[in-house]
Every structure is written in structure tokens, then in C-alpha cells.
């Protein structure tokens, strides 16, 4: 079972029940389980919208929408029933955060879903893993067996009169269906590729009908914030950027993990503290804040405080909260490449500039970390990243545009290097050092 | 809804709210190029062609999906947007196999067109290809998935449209490929709407590949010959060996009764007229008993000596004629004119596919109440069905038939306004037919249950086991505004007149009386009946027809089509002059029959019919000729000549011919440069139908003006026009190629209730054409392919 890393300044409050033995209904309970979901019941629809604004959650999935404004898009009448839906596909190269939460607190979801359906007046909540993560549905399913068992979930739920189903399903293994109109479409049992929108989910969704969608990490804190206040989860964060969240440090460092530290807090401590600096002595070359496809900071550039408005100051994105470390062995065209690998291998193909483009990009980062470019290559590499930004159906193609330019705006020098045959440098450095061992 | 006004390219506009602003823009004549975006399929947004500039929208947004809003100010064409258009198309032609010199699509690919415009020019793409090997899918259909641009237009069509469902898209990514239902082939209706709908050369037809490049061709916008539907088809023709060869049939007119629509017959099933086997030469029986080709004179001249010897000998009673289902009006007319006046027979018939006569009285007794029995017919005319009527009607009662199969067209209208304007389908059958899943409500009856379903709807509660869906079906049709009823060869006779009577008791209500193929409804209309003259006049009522003929007509009622075979067999028929038409093997007549009669067939092909004959003359098929022909709904159409066979006759001309060969005068037959020809456009009309050049010497070596010629089909519309007033419709309009509703009027006849059944429904399906559908080696092979395989899907 993977763990929550610790560090003195982190504060736990998604990871408060983390390795206590939360998966047991009554162990969660002990852990004041299921109290918010009763303070919600209380609270009514707008009293829990009102209290989701206070505590200026933004969404962890990467966008950072505020939480709060997103439940109140709902409309109160509609046509067709509601749903609840949790993202749970998570799947963004450097991001292993909602995993933790299946693994150590499956009910904090649940919970946090009958608080999102009554939020909305909804009957129906849908828990969406991504296929690689089926091994957690088992533990997901036995969460939510207990719930029902506990009549937390089914026909009036805690006696309220009211009635809340939940059901969990898994992906096929696409990056794709992380777009949460994919999921739906996913969910619905066709081809995960994205919809239209306008209309947008909040409208019309799941089955046609009014549906929030949330990330599961944002999911799993709603009931934390029933739990110590809307307006006291705020103040952990920075201004417009409530609480905390999980922050998977990962790459060259020494003591990569998963912390859950409170908004705003500045990137460099983060790698140098709480990460505890670059492992073996090396330099630090680059850092990918929020998860591959957000743009690559610089070692100057990284003095900055984690919260999605500062991240966006400086040039690159908050994203999933994936912090991707890299030392100066690194080539930057290999690391380039590899990111356009998952992405050409992700596209759904739905749409031109995604389709086309990364696998152009995918072959051109080949041929030129193999030597067999030109400086003409690096130019077209840059221009084609610049056409599919902002061109695409849905957000993956700039996911898949932003680092690339990134990459070369920021390290076209090492693009230079592997130009007319010469290849990779570093691969030489580390054969020659290979053979001197 | 209200309009919105809006800012595009610094010109005002208005359109409905909610209106696209790529269509917005489109009705305003600014061109949003697009590639997945198709009028009436869902939406896309796929290809990002369509991308504009919005005012105060951070990014380009795709004109597909945004619809126009009060104020918005919109650039559809900067430096910005081409940059993104172009890049958009290098990105394409990165895997793209730029092919296009051997592309069937060349010349008229929407890729190479959006290329041209936005100039990517310049091959950045220096990498190696996705290459995957062609695909034949089916006879008709071939899939080249490299230069398949994943528009989804063909997934669309084919699931949308034709509710076939057999594209997929599999694998993702740059992998994504289109795929047929069954694995590596399709099973579908082959209507070929995927190929037509393809902007680039991915889906390519088998009939037409790698035959010829498109402006080769010259493109005849004429009417499909086989069902009853009359769609338009644009015919591809090119220049062969012996006159002009059709090598293709698409929709390029989408502006014909079929919209966008066209099924296998209309898009592959000419093939028949390039047949190798095709008749070339007249042909006389020798006294060997052996037909042999003769020159044309000497068949004319022998056929029209021996008809003559038999009427002057026998009379007229002694000879026969069987018209046909695919000639145009004119020929049809022709025919039973020259039958009448120059035969002086009454003996004319045709293989009746649908019960006009008894429609047209039906309609013509169901008079306004206090209209008295000499007022206009109340439902005359203006209560028929015109074919574009199925697009747009709020409400369709569909009682018999298989439209999926028999009428593929008005499937397709029905389907459309179902899904577009969620119209009310209401169907009736004996069987399972597949429009039942566009249908509000189906209701099974058994197959001799029409009479009691049309009573049960008309209040009968008696007359049909009430079950619920019967009563339902009833509730609906009583709460409906307005009706289109459209009714199968099921109903005949008194049945026809109970449905009509039914209908009437309704506020608004249209019908549609169906019949198997593309001029059945002409032939009626056009008196190839032993008792009915054109317009439904009854033999015995012919006074103004002999004042226009100059000539007396017979009065009693003749043989129908049964009635000569039966003359034939007693030796009671000394002559049979048939027309297009096969009935040795439709009416399965033992040949024996026709032993004492002197047969002359004028055909395509040695039908069973034409080797019985003692003359065979070689005829031209619909796309071969000019002149108009009606649908099943009393659409009136133009048809062009396309394509030309050297050694075969248009059977108009064949008729001139014979009954000059019969010592009549071709100006009396054909009264051109007489009375009141209102079509009088000289030069043009001759060209039009592309009969006067050809005929120069023969005209000027009897005194005749070329300009104005006795082949004119034109010269006999005026005739028909005058005698027909529901055929009185405009020609400049026909000319252009519109479809012209008849006007109403066309009934005078009072009581079809007694006349003799004779109506023998075709059973064709989507993939068979009577005897002609034979002929056609597309057909054949996509009915072979299917074996053992259910017909159309379902």
C-alpha cells in the first residue's frame, strides 16, 4: 500500500484519516465519519453551496475552478434526473494523489458525493476510476457495500427521507476520459471521446441531465470542510486558493512522495525542504509544477508560491499538483519526447490538431534526439506546438502543446546540441560513464 | 424564434437565434470553409476548419457550434484564422498519401480545394507515413484509409441518415481508422451515401474507380429510372467506343426531391446500359425461325407493312399494345395515341404497379359537402402528396409497403423529417418493416387487415380486433392538425376510396398513392389503359380528344394487358406491338400464346418477351432521352439525355417511325408548329433534346423545318398539356430542372369501383429493378455478395 509522506510543515486534512485504518466503515466512523454528510443534511442545498463558497475550494483536478460556483450552476428544477460524478480517472504523468485516497479513505468520497447530491438535490452518484486503477475498485466497492449496509447510502439515507444511490465504474485505460465530458461519454458506454460544449455538464450531463463532476481529491475534501468549517478551511490557504491539497513531489530528489501542504506554498522550500533537495549532490535543471502537461520552470523561476494564480504568473500552470523534479542529467529532448510518447499514445483523435499533431511532434522529437535533425526541425517543431495551442476540441492538444514550447522556448540550446548527426549528448556522457565503471 | 442581429466581417446580418453561424453565415453567402460539418448531421467540431474570431472570446471558436447572439461581432477571414485554416491542413497533409494524381477525388476533393485556398504549399512533413493497405468493403464500397481525413461525415450518414449504423471508428489517436460493421466488410443498404458524402477520396465507389478523371465527364443532372421515387441523379458521361458512356451516377444536385439522397439504384444501377449484350441492331425473324439484325429501314418498313396489313384486313381490334413503366410521359402519351388513331385500337395496357384510376376517382368523389355534383373536386390535386411534402409534414400515416425497400427516397424524407423536425410517424403494416423504429407508433396487422384497419380508424370498433395499440394508433390520427397518408399497392379499388373517404373526415390530409417505377405513375396518368384516356377520361368521353387528334377514336373499352394474351391464345389477335415492357416473364404468359400473333418488341435486351418477337427494335433507356416523367407522388420532372448508344432509337422516335411506316402523318401524330405550342424555343428546345441534329436529313427529305420536329418531345407536352390540365405547369420551370407539383384537376373519371384488378405490385427490393434490374452486373454482384445474408438491414 503506498503511503502519505510526512514533513513538519505539512498539515493534514484530506490525509487526516491516511493509515489509520479508515477503509473500515468503523474506524471511519470513529474518525468522525459521516458527521459532515448529517451537518449537510442540516444545512439544506443552499447552506451547503454557502458554506463550498466559503471554504474558496478550487478544483484539483487541474483547472481550479472554484467548487462552490460550479455546485450553484446547477439549476434547482430540471427534466431529467441529476448526477453527482466523481473523477477518478487520474492519469496525468506525475500526479498519484487520488489513488492515495482510494487506498486510505474511500468513505471520505462517498461522503463527499451524498454531499454534493444534496447540494444539487440529486439521487444518483457515480464513482469513475481509471481502468488502471481497477485493483481499487475492490476497496471502493467495499466501502460503499458498507455504507449501504450502515444506510448511509440507499433509501432514506440517516433517516433523512431522502434516497442516494452510488455506482462505481472503471475506464478502459484512457488519458482521454480524464476530460469530463469524456468520462460521461465513457460512462454512458461509448467511445471516451469528448462533447460539445456549451451545453456544459453542470446543464446538461450525464444521461442528458444536470451533473457536477468533480475530481476526486476535491470530492474526498468536501467533507473535511464540514468538518472544520468552510471559512477555517479557507484560511489554511492563500487568498482565493482555500486549504490544502496533496502534492506529489516526484523525479530527483530525496525524499519524493506525496504532502499535502497548505495552498500557496513556495515551490523552492517545497523541493528543497520538504522534498529534501536534489538526491546525490546534483544541480537542479528544470521543474514541471503541476503534472507533464503544464510548462517547465526554470531553477530561477521556481521562488513562488503553489497556489493556481501565482503557478500562472510565472509563465506555467498549478495543474494536478504533480511536481516533476529534474536534475542536469536530464536531456531535455528526451524528456520532451517521452511527454510527447503519452500524449501521441492518449489522443483520442477525435480532432485534427491532436491527432495529427502529436504524432508529428512524437516523430519529429525521435528523429531529432537521434541526431537526424536539422535547425530547421526545431523550428517546425516549435511552430506546429504553436498551432495546436488553443485549436484543439478539447484540452489535451494544448496539454501536449504547452510543454513542448516550454521546452523549446526555454532549452532550445540543448535542442541545438543534438542537430546534424551529434545526438544525444547525454546518452554519450553516460555511455562513456558507463564504461569507465 | 426572434431575430438576432450580428457583425460579420464588418457587415450587418440577421438570422433566428440559435441559429449556427457557420449556417448564418452560408444563407449570407459568406463561405466558412468546413470539413466536418454537414447540414443536418450532428456536430462535430472536429476538423477546427470552421474556426473565426469572436469579439471578446480569448480564443478562435469553431463557427459549427457557436450560434448567433445578439450583438456579436465576428471575423471570419484574417491573417490569424488562415494561419490557423492552414496549419490545420498541413497538419492533415502530414500523413496524407498526396495521391491526387491517381485520387478519384482529384479535381473535386475538398482537401485540395481548402489547400488551394489556404496555401500549404510547403511539405513540412518529412517523416515517414501511416500507411495501411486499401480495403474493399463491399461491390460498391472501397475504403483508402490513408487519405481518409476522420471528418466523420460517412459514420454520420450512414447512422443518422440511413439508420444503418454500419461505420464504427476503432483504435484512437493517430491509429483512429473508420471501420465497416462486420470486421472487413460492410452489411448495410449499399446506398453509397458514405461515398457521396466523403470530401476527399477515402470511400470511393466500384463502379467508378480509377475509370476517369472528374472533368472528363460531362455531368446531366436527369432522373433515376428505377423506382417509383424519381430521384434526381447527376450522370457522369465520358466519351466511348460507341456514343457516350455513363461511368458514374452521385447526387451533385442536391437540390432534387431527394435532398442529399440517393440508394444503389439511383447511384451504381445504369450500369445496365453499357452492357456488352446490349441490342444495337433491329432484328427480324428469318424463315429460318432464327432473329437476325437487320438495317433499320428495312425493320421499320417491314413492322409497319405488317401492323398495316393486319388493321386493314382485321381491324384494329386485332392488334394489341403493351406500354411500359420507364418511358417518358410523351412516349407514353405517343403511344396510345398513335394505339388509338393510327391503329384505331383501344387495346392498350401496361404493367399496372398501383391503382391510379381508383385513387384519382376516389379523389374526385370526395367532394366539399354542398359543392353539388357538378362543383371542382374538393381533394383533387391539391390532396396529393408532393415527395417534398414527407420532408417537412408534422404527421405521416404510412399504411403498407416497405419504403426502406420500394421506395428508398421517401424513406429517407421521412427518416430526415423524424430526426430534424420530430415529425409524427404513424405505421401500419403486416410486417416488421424497418421504418417502424422512426415511428411515434407501429401497428402490426394482419396482411388482408387493411379494409378493417381503414374502417376501425374511421370509427368501427368492430372491424378490427381493438387491441391497444390500435386504439392508440386511431387517438393519435384523430388528434393530428394535419396528415400525410401514404398507402402501398395493398390498397385497390374500393379500398383506395374508403381510405380517401376516411382521410377526408380529417382537417388537413394529403395522400400518396405508390407505385414501383419511375414513370408508373406517368402511364396511368398517360392512358396505357384499354379504358382510360390520359387525364383518366373515359374511352366513351373522347370528343375533345378527336377534336384535337382530327380524328374519330374507338369507343368501347379494349383488351387489357390479361384480355390480349387471352385474344392471342384464341388467335383473336393478329398483332402485339410491345413497348418496354417484359410481360412473358412478369405475367409468367406461356410463350405458346403468341404463336399466331406477329410480335414486335422494342427493348434493351432480348427479354423473354423479345425472343418471342418477329421484329426487335433496339431501344434507348431513360438516360438516353429527353422528356418528363411523374413519381409515384405527381412530382413532374425533366428528364436530359446523358448518355448515347450508337444503333438504338428512342422509343418516341420509334413510334414516329412506325406510324409514318403505316402511311400516317408524323404532323398529325405530333402536332409541332401547330396550334397553341406554347414551348416554341427554337433552337433551344431541339437542343434540349438532342434529337433535331440527328434527324436533319430525315427531316429535310419530307419537307419538314428542323427546328420543329415531329421528335420533339416538347411538341407532344404542349398536346398533353392542353388535354391534361393538371399537367399545365410551367416549362420554363421543368426546363430548369425543377420538380413541378401536378396541378390538380386531373381526375374526370366517376367509377373505377368496377374495373378489373390487374394491379401486380413488383416486390422489388432495394437491391432489384423488375426485368431491367437484371441487366445491371452492380446489382447482381451486391445480391450475391449478400448470400446467404438477410436483404436490407434491419
Request: glycine share 10%; aromatic share 8%; charged share 25%.
Amino acid at each position: 500500500m503506498a503511503t502519505i509522506s510526512t514533513h513538519p510543515d505539512c498539515v493534514p486534512v484530506v490525509s487526516y484519516r491516511f493509515g489509520k485504518g479508515a477503509t473500515a466503515i468503523d474506524k471511519y466512523l470513529e474518525l468522525d465519519g459521516y458527521k459532515s454528510a448529517r451537518k449537510a443534511l442540516e444545512l439544506g442545498p443552499d447552506g451547503i453551496i454557502g458554506e463550498m463558497k466559503a471554504s474558496n475550494l478550487r478544483g484539483r483536478g487541474g483547472a481550479g475552478f472554484p467548487t462552490g460556483l460550479k455546485w450553484s450552476f446547477v439549476p434547482k428544477q430540471a427534466p431529467r434526473p441529476k448526477y453527482v460524478l466523481v473523477n477518478g480517472d487520474e492519469s496525468e504523468p506525475g500526479t498519484c494523489k487520488d489513488r492515495l485516497i482510494f487506498e486510505h479513505d474511500p468513505h471520505s468520497v462517498i461522503e463527499g458525493v451524498i454531499i454534493a447530491g444534496l447540494a444539487i438535490q440529486a439521487k444518483m452518484g457515480f464513482i469513475y476510476l481509471r481502468g488502471e486503477y481497477r485493483y481499487l475498485l475492490k476497496i471502493m466497492e467495499k466501502a460503499v457495500e458498507d455504507a449501504y449496509a450502515k444506510g448511509f447510502l440507499g433509501k432514506n439515507i440517516f433517516g433523512s427521507g431522502i434516497d442516494f444511490d452510488i455506482v462505481t465504474q472503471t475506464g478502459a485505460g484512457a488519458y482521454e476520459v480524464g476530460e469530463e465530458s469524456a468520462l460521461m461519454e465513457s460512462l454512458e458506454g461509448k467511445r471516451g471521446v469528448p462533447r460539445i460544449r456549451p451545453p456544459f455538464p453542470a446543464v446538461v450531463g450525464l444521461y442528458g441531465g444536470p451533473t457536477i463532476i468533480n475530481n476526486a481529491e476535491t470530492i474526498a475534501t468536501v467533507p473535511h470542510i464540514f468538518r472544520i468549517g468552510g471559512a477555517e478551511y479557507a484560511k489554511l490557504g492563500t487568498e482565493r486558493n482555500g486549504g490544502t491539497r496533496l502534492f506529489c513531489l516526484s523525479g530527483h530528489l530525496q525524499r519524493p512522495g506525496v504532502y499535502e501542504l497548505p495552498m500557496g506554498y513556495n515551490l523552492k522550500r517545497m523541493i528543497y525542504e520538504v522534498g529534501g533537495g536534489i538526491r546525490d549532490g546534483k544541480k537542479l535543471k528544470a521543474v514541471v509544477p503541476g503534472g507533464s502537461s503544464t510548462p517547465v520552470l526554470l531553477p530561477e523561476e521556481i521562488d513562488i508560491g503553489m497556489d493556481f494564480d501565482q503557478v500562472g504568473k510565472a509563465g506555467s500552470m498549478l495543474g494536478s499538483g504533480g511536481v516533476v523534479v529534474l536534475d542536469e542529467t536530464v536531456c531535455i529532448v528526451e524528456f520532451a519526447l517521452r511527454t510527447m510518447k503519452f500524449y501521441q499514445h492518449e489522443s483520442c483523435g477525435w480532432c485534427i490538431p491532436c491527432r495529427e499533431g502529436t504524432d508529428w511532434l512524437k516523430k519529429s522529437l525521435t528523429r531529432l534526439h537521434a541526431g537526424g535533425a536539422v535547425d530547421k526541425d526545431i523550428d517546425n517543431i516549435r511552430y506546429l506546438a504553436e498551432n495546436m495551442l488553443g485549436r484543439t476540441f478539447c484540452p489535451l492538444g494544448d496539454a501536449a502543446a504547452m510543454p513542448t514550447l516550454g521546452f523549446v522556448k526555454k532549452f532550445r540550446k540543448e535542442f541545438e546540441d543534438h542537430l546534424e548527426g551529434r545526438g544525444c549528448p547525454y546518452h554519450k556522457a553516460r555511455e562513456e560513464e558507463t564504461a569507465l565503471v | 424564434m426572434a431575430d438576432v442581429t450580428f457583425t460579420v466581417d464588418g457587415k450587418k446580418l440577421t438570422a433566428p437565434a440559435g441559429t449556427l453561424l457557420i449556417e448564418a453565415c452560408r444563407t449570407h453567402g459568406i463561405e466558412i470553409p468546413a470539413f466536418c460539418y454537414y447540414p443536418g448531421l450532428s456536430l462535430q467540431a472536429a476538423c477546427r476548419m470552421c474556426v473565426v474570431r469572436i469579439e471578446k472570446v480569448p480564443k478562435l471558436q469553431t463557427a459549427c457550434t457557436t450560434p448567433v447572439a445578439e450583438n456579436m461581432v465576428v471575423t471570419t477571414e484574417s491573417p490569424e484564422i488562415a494561419q490557423a485554416r492552414k496549419a490545420t491542413i498541413e497538419l492533415l497533409l502530414g500523413n496524407h498519401p498526396l495521391d491526387c494524381p491517381v485520387c478519384d477525388a482529384g479535381g473535386e476533393c475538398e482537401l485540395q480545394d481548402m489547400t488551394f485556398k489556404y496555401g500549404a504549399h510547403e511539405s513540412k512533413f518529412v517523416e515517414i507515413k501511416q500507411h495501411r493497405e486499401e480495403q474493399q468493403w463491399s461491390p460498391v464500397v472501397f475504403f483508402d484509409r490513408p487519405r481518409c481525413i476522420l471528418c466523420y461525415r460517412c459514420v454520420r450518414v450512414c447512422g443518422e441518415g440511413m439508420d444503418v449504423w454500419a461505420l464504427g471508428i476503432q483504435n484512437r489517436g493517430a491509429g483512429a481508422v473508420i471501420a465497416p460493421n462486420k470486421q472487413d466488410h460492410l452489411e448495410c443498404e449499399e446506398c453509397g451515401m458514405c461515398i457521396d458524402i466523403c470530401p476527399v477520396g477515402a470511400l470511393t465507389s466500384g463502379t467508378y474507380r480509377y475509370k476517369t478523371r472528374p472533368w472528363e465527364m460531362n455531368h446531366v443532372g436527369t432522373i433515376c429510372t428505377h423506382c417509383g421515387d424519381g430521384c434526381r441523379t447527376t450522370l457522369g458521361v465520358r466519351r466511348g467506343d460507341d456514343g457516350m458512356d455513363i461511368v458514374r451516377g452521385d447526387n451533385r444536385d442536391k437540390s432534387g426531391i431527394n435532398g442529399d439522397f440517393l440508394c444503389i439504384k439511383g447511384r451504381y444501377a445504369f450500369d445496365f446500359a453499357n452492357r456488352e449484350d446490349r441490342l444495337t441492331k433491329p432484328l427480324i425473324r428469318q424463315a429460318d425461325g432464327k432473329l437476325a439484325p437487320v438495317n433499320w429501314d428495312q425493320a421499320i418498313e417491314f413492322a409497319g407493312k405488317k401492323l398495316r396489313e393486319i388493321r386493314d384486313a382485321r381491324g384494329g381490334g386485332a392488334i394489341g399494345v403493351i406500354g411500359s413503366n420507364r418511358t417518358t410521359n410523351e412516349e407514353a402519351y405517343l403511344l396510345q395515341k398513335f394505339a388509338r388513331t393510327v391503329l384505331g385500337t383501344n387495346n392498350i395496357d401496361h404493367h399496372r404497379t398501383a391503382d391510379y384510376p381508383a385513387f384519382a376517382a376516389a379523389l374526385n368523389h370526395s367532394i366539399e359537402p354542398g359543392a353539388g355534383s357538378s362543383g371542382t373536386p374538393a381533394l383533387a390535386g391539391k390532396a396529393e402528396a408532393s415527395l417534398r411534402d414527407f420532408a417537412s409534414a408534422k404527421a405521416i400515416l404510412m399504411l403498407g409497403n416497405d419504403p426502406t425497400e420500394q421506395h428508398p427516397g421517401l424513406a429517407w424524407q421521412i427518416r430526415t423529417n423524424v430526426r430534424l423536425n420530430n415529425a409524427r410517424l404513424y405505421v401500419a403494416n403486416h410486417e416488421l418493416i424497418k421504418l417502424r423504429r422512426q415511428a411515434t407508433s407501429f401497428l402490426q396487422i394482419r396482411e388482408g387487415d387493411y379494409p378493417a384497419l381503414i374502417a376501425y380508424l374511421g370509427g368501427d370498433d368492430s372491424a378490427l380486433d381493438g387491441n391497444g395499440e390500435a386504439a392508440k394508433l386511431r387517438e393519435a390520427i384523430r388528434g393530428e392538425e394535419s396528415l400525410l397518408v401514404a398507402f402501398g399497392s395493398e390498397f385497390r379499388g374500393g379500398d383506395v376510396s374508403a381510405l380517401v373517404r376516411f382521410g377526408s373526415l380529417l382537417p388537413t390530409v394529403k395522400f400518396a398513392c405508390l407505385a414501383d417505377y419511375v414513370n408508373s405513375r406517368g402511364a396511368a396518368d398517360m392512358g396505357l389503359y384499354p379504358d382510360l384516356l390520359p387525364g383518366y377520361v373515359p374511352v366513351g368521353a373522347a370528343a375533345h380528344f378527336a377534336e384535337e387528334y382530327g380524328s374519330a377514336l374507338p369507343a368501347q373499352p379494349g383488351f387489357d394487358l390479361v384480355q390480349m394474351f387471352d385474344a392471342a391464345e384464341r388467335g383473336a389477335l393478329g398483332a402485339l406491338y410491345v413497348v418496354g415492357s417484359n410481360p412473358i416473364a412478369r405475367y409468367g404468359v406461356d410463350p405458346a400464346a403468341l404463336s399466331n400473333t406477329f410480335l414486335i418488341v422494342q427493348d434493351m435486351f432480348l427479354t423473354e418477351t423479345a425472343q418471342l418477337a418477329d421484329v426487335v427494335l433496339p431501344a434507348a433507356n431513360l438516360y438516353e432521352k429527353a422528356g418528363t416523367v411523374t413519381n409515384a407522388f405527381g412530382d413532374l420532372q425533366m428528364v436530359k439525355k446523358a448518355a448515347d448508344k450508337a444503333g438504338v432509337r428512342t422509343d418516341f422516335e420509334l413510334i414516329v417511325r412506325l406510324a409514318g411506316a403505316l402511311g400516317a402523318d408524323p404532323k398529325k401524330l405530333v402536332p409541332f408548329g401547330r396550334r397553341g405550342v406554347q414551348a416554341d424555343f427554337g433552337q433551344a428546345r431541339g437542343a434540349q433534346s438532342g434529337e433535331v441534329d440527328r434527324h436533319g436529313v430525315w427531316l429535310a427529305a419530307h419537307h419538314l423545318e428542323p427546328k420543329l420536329s415531329p421528335f420533339d418531345p416538347f411538341a407532344i407536352l404542349d398536346e398533353i398539356q392542353r388535354l391534361v390540365p393538371a399537367y399545365n405547369v410551367p416549362h420554363f420551370e421543368l426546363l430548369a430542372g425543377d420538380d413541378q407539383h401536378l396541378r390538380p384537376g386531373l381526375v374526370r373519371i366517376e367509377d373505377a369501383g368496377s374495373r378489373r384488378d390487374l394491379v401486380l405490385p413488383s416486390n422489388d427490393t432495394l437491391f432489384s429493378s423488375g426485368t431491367l434490374g437484371r441487366y445491371s452486373q452492380m446489382l447482381s454482384s451486391v445480391m450475391e455478395a449478400r448470400k446467404p445474408a438477410e436483404t436490407a438491414a434491419d
